[in-house]
């Protein structure tokens, strides 16, 4: 039988940290199966997915845990498996003058009508010309059926004045 477990990662940025995590994971019979990863600030930050046999689980653990002497701080959790509500899938984005309290507001919008945020990605730039720090999201929202969408849109929009941003969405899939 098959554990998966779910690692987060963190460490300096340098060159072969993929290398060294994949070697491990692979030495101890586990399966890379999904990853997001990044380089911020000067440091590694990732999160993935291995599938290991139940039979060889432990000394993957163990190993990964050994790796904290090369600099990895690894955290290492069981995989769960939940159940979703009946959802729509949507791709937003959020551009405008940085500042804060952005991520917090549309964080709150989303959170309020029990919509889960299942990505997020946020960065920070200068506008052309003017080279005032600019502000950009981007992501993926899970919504209930039952959430009523122009409600959810007004808000948006009255979020969106508020801070003088533009918000989107799109939908992702159709349910």
Not at 97 to 124: K, S, W
Request: hydrophobic fraction near 45%.
């Amino acid at each position: 039988m098959n554990t998966q477990l779910v690692l987060t990662v963190i460490c300096d940025d340098r060159p072969g940290v993929v290398e060294l995590l994949a070697h491990t994971i692979s030495q101890h019979h586990g399966n890379w199966l999904e990853s997001r990863m990044a380089h911020l600030a000067g440091k590694f930050a990732g999160i993935l997915q291995v599938a290991v046999s139940d039979a060889h689980q432990a000394e993957l653990r163990t190993a990964l845990s050994q790796l904290a002497d090369k600099g990895l701080k690894i955290v290492i959790e069981d995989a769960i498996t939940i159940s979703k509500p009946d959802c729509r899938e949507f791709s937003f984005s959020v551009v405008g003058n940085d500042r804060p309290g952005i991520v917090r507001e549309i964080a709150q919008a989303f959170a309020a009508r029990h919509i889960n945020m299942g990505e997020l990605e946020t960065a920070c730039s200068s506008m052309p010309w003017s080279g005032e720090p600019l502000f950009e999201a981007t992501g993926v929202i899970e919504v209930p059926k039952a959430v009523d969408m122009n409600e959810l849109y007004d808000y948006l929009d009255k979020i969106a004045d508020e801070l003088a941003v533009d918000i989107r969405l799109e939908s992702s899939t159709e349910r």
